[in-house]
């Protein structure tokens, strides 16, 4: 289904688009190999949460080939780290190669494993952590992201409408219910103040309390 009209989606998108050559590069890859990114639309909201927040230390769970890494680095200017999740080797050697390119790549730093594992080994307190691993784990993520967080500190997550399949509460899929499930929990939370943006397929921002 479509989210938004059509036609301002198209405006949205006329507007979002980036100025930065390796970006639009890694937005006609990922047309090509139909794999899923976040799109200039989320890729500018988070900029600007990373530059309104004053973010320095950013974690990625899931990074695919680092297009959303790309825009926070950006972002977070010189000194800052942006820690990148993958499970694919190939994906985060692309994701590097992307980034120099880009001349961010001093600011990243890549991590090879499941997401959730990642953030449960490299410590110390982030600013932002932006969610993007399979659906049906969402629910897993708010402890452990909680608790990553700084106060203040911005849980952002992605795909929260889902297509528009959590609309159908008979739908039971996997993958569904996750992304139900998280969104749930955290408009539950009292460690958390969320609103959910109708933004390309949907996204949370939670706030720290």
Request: proline content about 4%.
């Amino acid at each position: 289904m479509d989210l938004v009209d059509p036609d301002v989606d198209r405006y949205l998108h006329g507007w979002a688009s980036p100025d930065d050559a390796v970006l639009r590069e890694m937005e006609l890859v990922a047309h090509e190999r139909n794999f899923p990114i976040v799109g200039p639309q989320v890729g500018r909201l988070l900029a600007v949460l990373a530059r309104a927040s004053g973010a320095r230390r950013v974690l990625e769970l899931g990074s695919g080939f680092g297009y959303s890494a790309y825009w926070f680095a950006r972002a977070i200017g010189e000194g800052g780290e942006v820690v990148l999740s993958e499970r694919s080797t190939e994906r985060a050697d692309e994701a590097r190669e992307y980034l120099t390119r880009g001349g961010l790549v001093d600011r990243v730093r890549s991590e090879i494993g499941d997401a959730l594992e990642v953030l449960d080994r490299v410590g110390g307190e982030f600013d932002i952590v932006f969610n993007d691993i399979d659906k049906e784990r969402y629910p897993d993520v708010l402890e452990p992201a909680a608790a990553a967080l700084r106060h203040g500190g911005v849980l952002i997550c992605d795909n929260m409408l889902w297509y528009g399949t959590v609309l159908d509460e008979d739908n039971q899929d996997p993958t569904t219910t996750g992304v139900r499930a998280l969104t749930r929990a955290l408009y539950e939370s009292p460690d958390f103040e969320t609103v959910l943006l109708p933004v390309r397929d949907g996204v949370t921002v939670s706030v720290r309390r």
